[in-house]
């Protein structure tokens, strides 16, 4: 009888443990905030999805709100104990001005033959209408505009444009795959002369984006005088990305930019950060100011200028473009979200660091 009744115990206390085990579907934070963005936007946020119970769950659907928020996962299995990540997506076309919330549900059953729950999530952003000083990131890659100074590091501390490089002729080659891929580039030497052979070595290895200036600074001179113009050495700086390998190349040949090209096409690059943000990391080819000195430099630039202020979040450098904006400067925008926004999306790509 003893025998019989501890086999019953051990039977209850199986069955016991195995009712109660279940899986539980916890998130590290079951909403998300992406503050201030513009129309147009496309926004991704990453939930982390934790079984913390002691059986499988089994992720069987998430749902969104409606077409412009999509979501996505890895595995519909979760172990206890495990956690992965739910990448949702919100664009933002079509949005304009206004407090915008998306609900994201996710169902899943805690044992393989248990009743469905649910679990809600929520993005939300405050939507604005992009105004003529606002620069998204993404449109910052198509618009950057990368100059390289071939002639010597003499004639280039006496005088260069803003902004560029310096990378004598004869050090060209050490470039190839540490210059950045992709990239609309124009190459000036002094007077034309090793411009069009120069920008035809880097298309044939790789880098087809990349012209010359036609006549070289001496052209440029001729025509616009000091306009862009700047003194002093090269500063020691390295991009933080090696380049990536070449999708394709051109081996035709270079057709030369004029300066009326490169004026219309220059860009004015102004780091609004302190110096030891600006050491760390820059775009390549930016000047660093403090925003109280940003007026009276700016004003010695004609007023159709292109010029792209950025600070750390984008805050700074949007109220320094509506002031200039209203001041003439028409052309004058501010990196929309600043540089957190640009590394969001394409990391460290254009940036470098002093040496």
Known sequence: M?????????????????????????????????GEVLSGQVLTHAFLLSNTGDAMLNITDVRTACGCTVASWRTADLAPGASIPLEATFSTAGYHDGRVTKAVTVYYKDQSTGPTKTLALTLSATVLTPQPYDLPAGELEYAFLLLVDLRSSDLYAAH?????????????????????????????????????????TLNVAGYPEVQCLQGGISAWTQRYANRFAASGPAAEERFLLVAEPPSWASSGVVAPVDAGYLSR??????????????AAAHFAGAVNLEPADLPPWVARLPNATHILLYDDDGLVARRQAISLYNAGFTKVQALFGGLAEWRATFGNRLLVAAQ
């Not at 109660?20 to 909403?31: F, K, M, R, T, Y």
């Not at 096409?265 to 600006?278: A, K, N, W």
């Open 160 to 200: 260069h444009l803003l902004g560029a490089l310096s990378i004598p002729h004869d050090e060209l080659a050490d470039w190839i795959g540490v210059l950045p891929r992709g990239v609309f580039t124009i190459l000036y030497d002094q007077d034309g002369t090793v411009g069009p052979a120069a920008a035809q």
């Open 265 to 278: 096409e220059f860009l004015v690059l102004i780091d609004l950060r302190t110096p030891e943000s600006y």
């Open 2 to 34: 003893k025998r019989i009744l501890g086999v019953l115990f051990i039977v209850w206390a199986v069955l016991s443990a195995s009712a109660a085990a279940a899986g539980v579907l916890e998130i590290d934070n079951a909403s998300h905030d992406f």
